[in-house]
């Protein structure tokens, strides 16, 4: 199977580099020169635009920064779509909006070719590795094609039925990461306060029934000080903007959603778009002129298991 991978940054890169790592016929497209230059040494091929891509590749994976951003690759003259034939498949790993899938998807099945949404789940760290998480929409045949090179880019891959539910479902977990985030500003203020040690504090949570996979990954490196978790503000904005929008589309109202919004919209106003997206608890040091520092914990995440062949859950 020849691979084609659009979108080499943060996420992007490391799955595409699993890829390689795993032999793979691998072709990438990037704006960004020098990271299709890292690639083409390491033996990948390049091409010069998506559309030259999509005619080379039996499968497109795209991963992209924002909705917007894949139509226009998609979309374009010399984008995807017009590359595209018969049979082969289009997988978006971007964590994007389920009408815009679904919208596109339409595009893809008029060329006789298949549209499949395969986000991801579990950190940069977890994705350089290939022990990364792997949702995944659309035709169970198409599924069962690439799930090859799903079982070498992530470890726990899912098949969550139609075209558009593993966005649906991506979605999901990403705003409750979100507030997980939001409720650790909060839960390390009351800690440093009452002068508990944080180190043993971290310990303690993550052993309890208040834990979570952010606690365990983000609660380092904002102890560290680092605050690097190699996500930025502007992309839990968008991602909880999903959210939100998604609970509006369906008629749901809902009470936590809008105010965490509301606070990462702030957290990116006080300290930017491209700032880590755990500086969200920043709020709460500044607010109590506090830090919640403690040694011991890492600059940056690094995996620390195996990489092993990926399986369907």
């Known amino acids: 199977m020849k691979v084609g991978f659009i979108g080499l940054g943060n996420v992007g890169g490391k799955l595409a580099g699993s890829l390689l790592r795993n032999n793979f016929d691998l072709t990438v497209r990037d704006l960004d020169e020098n990271l299709t230059k890292s690639f083409k040494d390491k033996g990948a091929k390049v091409t010069n635009s998506a559309k030259e891509l999509a005619e080379r590749v039996d499968l497109i994976i795209t991963c992209l920064p924002s909705p917007k ?32 899938i679904k919208r596109i998807g339409k595009k893809i099945i008029a060329k006789k070719a298949i549209p499949l949404d395969g986000p991801v789940s579990g950190g940069c760290h977890r994705a350089a590795t290939g022990n990364i998480a792997i949702f995944v929409g659309g035709a169970r045949e198409a599924f069962d094609k690439i799930l090859p090179a799903l079982t070498v880019m992530g470890r726990k891959i899912l098949h969550t039925g139609n075209l558009g539910s593993a966005t649906v479902l991506k979605v999901i977990t990403n705003y409750l990461a979100s507030v997980h985030l939001v ?55 968008k991602d ?47 607010l109590n002129n506090i830090d919640f520092r403690a040694s011991g914990f890492p600059e940056e995440l690094t995996d620390n298991e195996p990489e092993e062949k990926g399986y369907e859950i």
């Open 69 to 100: 951003i894949c139509a226009e690759v998609m979309e374009s003259d010399d984008g995807v779509i017009n590359g595209l034939s018969e049979n082969k498949i289009w997988l978006e790993m971007s964590t994007t909006d389920e009408a815009e």
């Open 183 to 237: 409720a650790l500003g909060e839960a390390w203020t009351v800690a440093k306060k009452s002068n508990l040690d944080l180190a043993k504090a971290y310990k303690g949570i993550a052993v309890s029934s208040g834990n979570s996979f952010v606690h365990e990954t983000e609660s380092q490196v904002i102890l560290n000080g680092s605050y690097n978790i190699n996500f930025t503000m502007d992309l839990v904005l």
């Open 240 to 286: 909880t903007g999903l959210f939100d929008d998604l609970a509006k589309k369906l008629g749901a109202p809902l009470e936590i959603s809008p105010k965490v919004v509301e606070i990462f919209k702030d957290g990116q106003k006080k300290y930017g778009s491209r700032a880590w997206s755990s500086m969200i608890v920043k709020r709460m040091e500044d």
